[in-house]
T-cell receptor, first 110, second 116 residues
């Protein structure tokens, strides 16, 4: 049972490049979400999904897109990376509570 | 709007000392959940406890205990007889919207260092 799997673990992008952070869970959870963690600011919710085909914005959605075509996967897309998006990104899933978090993706935008 | 304040940015104690991590929250919801998560140096997030707004009983789990007081909007976390392995960043979090336990607002975290 892998739980919540995030790939890649590390990524360096140049400003303006695009990429997709992958998140997959094998627990058949309806709910999935993305957070970013910045020094001194805790974790902030970017987007979340309550099921396949349904997504909604969190606290800091600008610059990020999501879609949910299957229950298992919830990718996070950066269409044009900016240095302000340098952060550690966590994906989480859960049936109700508590959330199960992935191990994070450390993204650096230069 | 929800807000979680962890005023202690860093705490350093010597092994076997007791330490309390403070958490103060703000919400207009009547039904909400409070959480504590641990983030060790390896970086993963480890769930420690969930408490709903209707349950003000304190909870003890081994060396960990939690004191939830709605009157002061606080949900403090105490580690008794701290150990080096307790060194981590600890986050307090509050759920939204009312009745939901899945969208979370996190505090900024408290870095706990336990010295041998």
């Amino acid at each position: 049972n892998a739980g919540v799997t995030q790939t890649p673990k590390f990524q360096v992008l140049k400003t303006g490049q695009s990429m997709t952070l992958q998140c997959a869970q094998d627990m058949n959870h309806e709910y999935m979400s993305w957070y970013r963690q910045d020094p001194g600011m805790g974790l902030r919710l970017i987007h979340y999904s309550v099921g396949a085909g349904i997504t909604d914005q969190g606290e800091v959605p600008n610059g990020y897109n999501v879609s949910r075509s299957t229950t298992e996967d919830f990718p996070l897309r950066l269409l044009s990376a900016a240095p302000s998006q340098t952060s550690v990104y966590f994906c989480a899933s859960g049936r109700v509570s508590p959330l199960h978090f992935g191990n994070g993706t450390r993204l650096t935008v230069t | 709007a929800q807000k979680v304040t962890q005023a202690q940015t860093e705490i350093s104690v010597v092994e076997k000392e007791d330490v309390t991590l403070d958490c103060v929250y703000e919400t207009r919801d009547t039904t909400y959940y409070l959480f504590w998560y641990k983030q060790p140096p390896s970086g993963e997030l480890v769930f420690l406890i969930r408490r709903n707004s209707f349950d003000e009983q304190n909870e003890i789990s081994g060396r960990y205990s939690w004191n939830f007081q709605k009157s002061t909007s606080s949900f403090n976390f105490t580690i008794t007889a701290s150990q080096v392995v307790d060194s981590a960043v600890y986050f307090c979090a509050l759920s939204w919207p009312s009745g939901s336990a899945r969208q979370l607002t996190f505090g900024s975290g408290t870095q706990l260092t336990v010295l041998p």
